[in-house]
């Protein structure tokens, strides 16, 4: 099996010292080999999963021309162009379909959503005519085909609709279910398990000793994980303790796809996690260029990818959803577009910056007249986790770019989305 360092050294412009963030993406990906195995689920219990077979519909959507209006169901040539009186021969009703023919000077009135009656191929609006003792004033002006759903405009038979590796939304459900079908085949749920590293961490709802806090890290982790619809294994707390490490890092590796850790790679600490992790499996200790969250560990412990997250909050969360959300939605086998789509808004303060690193700043996006502006939150050390919680986006500041002044474009990532 070739390493992960062999593979990374035909990566371009690969400098582990000095890693471009969308460079660390890109040498990430390189590396992981996606899960393969699926299952069957019911299709409401496919919410938030990927896809793993080819939707080919066998019936078209809808499966009739029906009327797309309330209205009556005339044949157009029929009309000839001109003012006519039709004799209304009957009603077609959504799932009640009329039963006979329709001949010259006829028309059957129809609803929302009743197949057209045999003879009929036009739908005058109840609106427009005029109705009297079953005989139907239709005005001149009207044109062929109008307010008619024709078979197969939504689906049809045989022209594939989803393709594997689609995250399965709402839309899809309904989708899958307009086909009738009861069940899709989905890839398994990846599985990621996860941990925090530290002697100064104490669990909450214990009594806070001198020089400690409270290990918020991996509830945080929890909360971006779950967003993620992956199946979650808490590790809890790890001592900087090797031969604890070495054990939690044994166990979660054989449990999951993935390893998400934080703490222990910092400079100071990193020496002593090199060490050990030398021993487990192949880990690479990266300087990213970006801020927060300049050290990251990426590695392999058997099967299993590990991601070593530096342990200051706001890092954590920028790393991972800088690299490791992309990460892991890779593994999870979605082939459709996930990146997090990157907006522009006129920032309404000036930002410092110094090129030569990425800068992720948290961001209140909010609209001024017609404008969409975007102001960071207080205080931004990468500790202070208030600042993610008052954000509603990531400012963005492109590696090469320097400082922002009041009135420049910038990029920001919304951290909501709508489907
Ligand atoms: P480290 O990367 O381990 O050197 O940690 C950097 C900073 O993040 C230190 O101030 C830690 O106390 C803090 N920190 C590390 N892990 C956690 C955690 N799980 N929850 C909250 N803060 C943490
Ligand atoms: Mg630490």
Known sequence: MTSLAETLSCLDGYDPSALHVDKAREAIRSCLVPIAETETVKVREA???????????????????????DGYAVCFSDLKGEERVLSEVGTALAGRPFGGKVGPGECVRVMTGAVMPPGTDTVVIQEAVRAEDGKILIPKGQNAGQNVRSAGEDLKVGVPVLAPGKLLRPAELGLIASLGLAEVRVRRRLRVAFFSTGDELASVGAALKEGEVYDSNRYTLHGMLARLNVELTDFGVVRDDPGKLEIAFARSAAAADAVVTTGGVSVGEADFTKELMAKVGE???????????????????????????????????????????????????????????????????PIRKVPGR????????????????????????????????????????????????AGEAVQVQLFEGLA
């Open 283 to 349: 880990v690479l200790f990266w300087k990213i260029a970006m801020r927060p969250g300049r050290p990251m560990a990426f590695g392999k412990i058997g099967h299993s990818f590990l991601f070593g997250l530096p342990g200051n909050p706001v890092a954590v969360m920028v790393t991972f959803y800088a690299l490791v959300r992309d990460a892991l939605l890779h593994l999870s086998g979605r082939t459709d577009d996930y990146a997090v789509p990157l907006l522009t808004a006129v920032s309404s303060v």
């Open 358 to 405: 990425t800068e992720y700043q948290r961001g209140i996006l909010f609209r001024e007249g017609t404008e969409w502006k975007v102001r960071t939150t207080g205080q931004q050390g990468s500790g202070v986790l208030r600042s993610m919680s008052e954000a509603n986006c990531l400012i963005v500041l492109e590696h090469s770019r320097g400082k922002v002044e």
């Open 47 to 69: 919410l938030g999963r990927v896809l793993a077979e080819e939707i080919v519909p066998r019936i078209n959507v809808p499966a009739h021309d029906n009327s797309a209006m």
